[in-house]
């Protein structure tokens, strides 16, 4: 055998020779540049981490070649569905919350698997307002829907956009068993205003990128509304003859939240908007965590973190702060001529669909900067319920000639 040192790989030490009575060869006696070649063609993730630890010998080889692999397998799975840029920076931005010192980002995507969410999202998505259909005939007859290859890039791209907002300006998940951090550990250096802080975020993407969240951030947001019916129905039924809507101090030991918690019946029963943007803050974990919990848990999660409202994480409240008429930075992506020009060298799923341009542009000349081709009076978070800025023109056309005319109306108030 030749002593010569693979270039692709060093020598796995202590080589083995295979056993002259073994029927069947092993794959971890092929050489290391062999068993690399098979890590690539692994087709998922759990595959290639039982296969990864089921030797020494491939857990050395993966570690000499983990990169590529990783890549390549990302690639495969989620193809143009999503900007591994985007990916990978929803990843690092967990743990970095602007007001404290986290040392090292941790490396893991949320609970949710990426494909499940847009599975979720083909199975419920939100029915436009001038469908005439009852909420289970839409279930029914039209869901699940196809997404196609522009309109899953357009969720992916909002999803984790969303997250990584949520991870760097969002609230921190307060534990109703847990006291809350000390203030110590918060930054002793700040940006000079809130609107700096955001403008970090928001200023990078395209305007319509921006709606493409705000869809996202809405779906998601609706996932709570049951859970506050929910909870408002319990902790009335666990004390029927209270009149005081602070109840918490009524319930038993085993039925109390672990905090001393604000716990106000009427503004669950009420649905207050508010409360729903505050629990969207914590993210996207903490949504999936209450989703999957049981119903105790679910209740003392919901409160424990409900307690805390600002603008400042407001997403309606800075989605669109685009539309204010200031400078943006970086200037060539809205401050621009022949822009629609511009916009047509971009691949489909980059493009604005045409729900936005409908919505925002109003009548151009192509030498007119896009600085100044949005309405005036375009309602912030407007149509976001039905996910306006995610489908293509196909789809709005196939449900029906009032699509652009919904565009056009006022917000019901």
């Not at 869809?215 to 909870?231: G, M, Q, R």
Request: aromatic fraction near 14%; include cysteine; proline fraction near 6%.
């Amino acid at each position: 055998m030749s002593n010569t040192t693979s270039k692709f790989l060093p020598p796995f030490a202590p080589q083995q020779t295979v056993p002259t009575t073994t029927a069947k060869l092993s794959l971890e006696y092929f050489p290391p540049e062999v068993l690399a070649l098979v890590l690539h063609q692994i087709p998922d993730f759990d595959s290639l981490k039982s296969l990864v630890f089921s030797s020494p010998k491939f857990y050395y080889v993966y570690c000499r070649v983990r990169q590529e692999v990783l890549s390549s397998l990302l690639k495969r799975q989620y193809g143009d569905l999503l900007d591994i840029a985007d990916g990978i920076t929803a990843v690092r931005s967990k743990g970095l919350w602007l007001n404290f010192h986290e040392e090292e980002a941790i490396a893991l995507l949320d609970a949710w698997r990426r494909k499940e969410e847009i599975q979720d999202y083909a199975k419920n998505a939100p029915r436009p307002r001038w469908i005439q259909l009852e909420p289970t005939q839409w279930h029914q007859k039209i869901l699940p829907l196809d997404l196609s290859d522009t309109e899953k890039p357009r969720f992916m791209r909002g999803l984790c956009r969303l997250q990584i907002f949520f991870n760097i300006f969002g609230i921190r998940e307060q534990c109703w068993f847990d006291k809350s951090p000390a203030l110590e550990e918060e930054n002793d250096w700040h940006l000079h205003t809130d609107y700096e802080n955001h403008t970090l975020f928001w200023d990078i993407m395209f305007p319509w990128e921006c709606e493409e969240l705000g869809c996202v951030w809405s779906y998601l947001t609706d996932k709570y509304k049951p859970i506050s019916k929910e909870i408002a129905t319990d902790l009335r039924n666990l004390v029927p003859n209270i009149e005081c809507h602070l109840h918490w101090q009524s319930m038993s030991e085993e039925e109390r939240p672990k905090r001393n918690t604000f716990v106000d019946v009427e503004c669950y029963e009420a649905e207050y908007d508010g409360y729903f943007e505050i629990l969207m803050s914590v993210g996207l974990g903490f949504l999936y965590r209450v989703l999957n919990a049981d119903r105790l848990l679910r209740r003392n999660l919901v409160i424990a973190n409900s307690a805390f409202y600002s603008e400042d994480i407001a997403i309606p409240q800075w989605c669109s702060c685009w539309v204010n008429k200031r400078p943006r930075i970086p200037l060539n992506q809205h401050d621009i001529l022949e822009f629609e020009q511009l916009w047509s060298t971009l691949p489909s799923h980059e493009q604005p669909n045409i729900g936005w341009k409908v919505s925002w542009l109003v009548s151009h000349t192509p030498r007119r900067r896009l600085y100044w081709s949005f309405k005036e009076n375009r309602e912030r978070c407007k149509d976001w319920d039905w996910g306006y800025a995610l489908w293509d023109e196909e789809r709005l056309e196939g449900w029906g000639e009032d699509w652009k005319a919904t565009l056009f109306e006022p917000s019901a108030e």
